[in-house]
């Protein structure tokens, strides 16, 4: 597969993202027997992703599907934001972990993906102000540019530990 063309040149203060996806196959059989299955890549990272539509769909479930996507977004924008937010601060993160989810609602008009849900939690290191990891966590929402620009609301529950203690936990959204 290509590589994705080149963005155009960027406004000041924009950043283009560009992506190529490509699928080969034939819809000649109707709507049961052609494949989901599709790859994309996102210049300039080199890795080709392989995809597919959720299992319920006729997809592959051994590729990633476009909802797993969008919630894997929303948790690495969360986590970039984060870290970003706790070392201007001062604040030594020593591990993120986010148990992200979400659903598709097939009841509402149109189909769409419920609330995501991310649910974090941060380790720092011992003598870390707990409330201020939990300030952070809020603004680094906040400050997330996926949460910002999806139509679903994106809830961020955050729990801190402090060394090896559970000492705090907020959930923003």
């Not at 040149?9 to 027997?33: D, E, F, M, N, Q």
């Not at 929303?74 to 970003?84: D, E, H, I, T």
């Not at 720092?124 to 409330?131: P, S």
Request: charged letters at 15%.
């Amino acid at each position: 597969m290509s590589q994705p063309p080149s963005a155009p040149s960027p406004a000041p203060h924009t950043h283009p993202y560009a992506t190529r996806l490509h699928w080969t196959g034939s819809t000649g059989g109707g709507i049961r027997a052609y494949s989901r299955d599709h790859v994309a890549t996102a210049a300039p990272a080199t890795p080709v992703v392989d995809l597919s539509a959720d299992p319920a769909f006729r997809g592959d479930p051994d590729r990633l599907n476009p909802e797993q996507l969008v919630v894997m977004a929303a948790s690495s924008c969360q986590l970039l934001s984060f870290l970003g937010a706790a070392a201007r601060a001062g604040v030594d993160v020593l591990a993120y972990d986010d148990d992200a989810t979400s659903h598709l609602d097939l009841t509402a008009t149109p189909a769409r993906l419920g609330t995501i849900r991310l649910a974090v939690t941060v380790r720092v290191a011992a003598g870390t102000d707990e409330a201020l990891v939990l300030e952070l966590a809020e603004q680094a929402h906040h400050a997330c540019y996926v949460a910002s620009s999806l139509a679903v609301p994106v809830e961020v529950s955050t729990t801190v530990t402090v060394g090896a203690v559970t000492v705090g936990a907020v959930t923003v959204g």
